[in-house]
């Protein structure tokens, strides 16, 4: 019943700024993490960007000082803000979700993903 619908993705230049979207709706008791992963061609799915329940974030080393993960809890959506992009940062980027329902507290759901390219 959960779902993650994303947004944003799309072909920018080598220097450009993209915004990613994710809303999540269904039978979400809570929110323990929302993540961004992404997959180059060729390449294994990596974790880019996550904001925990409590608000703390990561990054992956690659993307620190350029993209930058935000909520918005009374709409349960996350945004990845990418800015000096680099043709390197292309790939798929998935949404993914850490919730709990009222019979289990650790659940995940990922969405489709959304396509990025950098162009150099």
């Known amino acids: 019943q959960v779902q993650l619908v994303e947004s944003g993705g799309g072909l920018v230049q080598a220097g450009g700024s993209l915004r990613l979207s994710c809303a999540a709706s269904?039978?979400?008791?809570?929110?323990?993490?929302m993540d961004w992963y992404r997959q180059a061609p060729g390449k294994q799915r990596e974790l880019v960007a996550r904001i925990t329940g409590g608000g703390s974030t990561n990054y992956a080393d690659s993307v620190k000082g350029r993209f930058t993960i935000s909520r918005d809890n009374a709409k349960n959506t996350v945004s990845l803000q990418m800015n000096s992009l680099r043709p390197e940062d292309t790939g798929v980027y998935y949404c993914?979700?850490?919730?709990?329902?009222?019979?289990?507290?650790?659940?995940?759901?990922w969405g489709q993903g959304t396509l990025v390219t950098v162009s150099s």
């Open positions: 993914h979700l850490k919730y709990c329902q009222p019979v289990s507290d650790s659940l995940d759901a």
């Open positions: 269904g039978n979400i008791l809570c929110i323990n993490a």
